[in-house]
């Protein structure tokens, strides 16, 4: 949305009105005005400022008005609107994309299976969702080999708790209903459906994992011996992170519980006590 400024520096040139013209007919000083149509005032002008303003310039009826109400608005309310405002615009031109390709199929065009394989509904799926991972003061996610994965973010995944790169500790899923959370990351591809992030808390896991990271995990994702897990153990609902090794061949089957620090000892259990194990497919860091 342009600027009170914006607005009325752009209809007083159209007119030919000097900044003196102007403030005369509406009662403000040419060097307020000035700071006005510059953006350099604090807040916009009183309401019976703003409505001598639109008449003086023949601005139609609310644009100045909104402008000025939207300025007063607090920069957090304006982020979300605006996030609010870019999704359904995306969302609507994704459903008019593929109303025109509905169309085209019934004259022969390709199949949303075709559009699929060719990576077309892929792409413009990309496009509704949103900008790509590793802008400037954002986070940028890493594929776990180590390598800068700045590519579009295509997926949201829930982020539900707090994962113990230490002791285990307890799980709290906070009761909510399965792929409902408070936060949500945006998650690059490979996307998996039932997916979910969760915060690393302790040093168990440095170097490669620090505190305040946020790692998602796959229950789809194939575990492997040596595999980073999201680990839950019986009977306590207990929950921590680490490098699962598979062991125990003389029968009785154990896992492994690796720590990455040294510092940090290994824990083994019993293959029985293992409710889940959940491999972390990406993570995120914090830059600078």
């Given at each position: 949305m342009e600027t009170v400024g914006q607005i009325i520096r752009l209809r007083r040139e159209a007119m030919g009105l000097t900044l003196a013209d102007v403030a005369r007919r509406v009662g403000l000083t040419r060097s307020y005005l000035s700071m006005i149509e510059n953006d350099r005032v604090d807040n916009p002008p009183a309401a019976r400022h703003v409505t001598s303003l639109e008449r003086a310039l023949r601005i139609a009826d609310g644009e100045l008005t909104r402008a000025a109400d939207w300025s007063r608005t607090p920069p957090p309310v304006r982020d979300e609107l605006t996030r609010l405002a870019d999704r359904q615009r995306r969302a609507r031109a994704?459903?008019?994309w593929l109303r025109g390709a509905a169309r085209k199929r019934s004259g022969g065009g390709r199949s949303l299976d075709q559009l699929h394989r060719s990576g077309q509904l892929g792409k413009r799926l990309n496009e509704m969702v949103g900008a790509a991972a590793g802008r400037p003061g954002t986070t940028c996610a890493r594929g776990l080999d180590d390598v800068d994965a700045r590519v579009p973010v295509r997926f949201e995944v829930p982020l539900i708790n707090r994962v113990s790169a230490g002791y285990p500790t307890d799980f709290t899923d906070l009761d909510y209903p399965a792929r409902i959370a408070d936060e949500y990351v945006a998650c690059p591809q490979p996307a998996h459906p039932q997916a979910f992030?969760?915060?690393v808390v302790g040093e168990s896991m440095t170097p490669k994992y620090e505190e305040g990271d946020i790692v998602v995990f796959s229950p789809d994702a194939e575990v492997e011996?040596?595999?980073?897990?999201?680990?839950?153990?019986?009977?306590?609902?207990?929950?921590?992170f680490k490098r699962v090794f598979f062991e125990g061949d003389d029968g009785t089957p154990m896992?492994?519980?690796?720590?990455l620090n040294p510092s940090f000892a290994p824990m083994l259990v019993e293959r029985q006590r293992v409710a889940g194990l959940y491999r972390a497919v990406w993570r995120f860091q914090k830059l600078g």
């Open positions: 994704f459903a008019e992030a969760a915060r011996d040596g595999s980073d897990c999201f680990v839950r153990l019986e009977p306590d609902h207990e929950t921590t896992i492994r519980l690796q720590p």
